[in-house]
């Protein structure tokens, strides 16, 4: 599942979140680093963040798993047609808010 050209590939829905967090071998496995596939930014650009930004894009995406916030799921929307390292940034400025 990639955030590709959304003319050729579906948006994503809560659904496709929610499956995703609910993956708790994908996360044991992978733990943050597991960020950079579900939102197809680079690896080295999630590794490169503080402890505190990794659990913030975490809870990103557990919020987006949760549904019922349509204008986050809009922004997201958005972001898909960027490129991978500005959709990056993008979505560290998205998580701010989830920051402990």
């Given at each position: ?99 402990a």
């Open positions: 599942m990639s955030m590709g050209d959304p003319k050729v590939e579906p948006l994503r829905t809560p659904t496709c979140f929610k499956d995703m967090f609910a993956q708790n071998g994908f996360w044991s496995s992978c733990g943050y680093d597991g960020l950079s596939f579900v939102f197809d930014v680079p690896l080295e650009a999630v590794r490169s963040l503080a402890e505190e930004q990794k659990h913030a894009l975490m809870c990103l995406l557990g919020r987006l798993a949760d549904g019922g916030d349509k204008a986050l799921e809009n922004q997201m929307g958005e972001l898909e047609t960027l490129t991978a390292r500005e959709r990056f940034t993008q979505l560290v400025k998205l998580s701010v808010r989830f920051s």
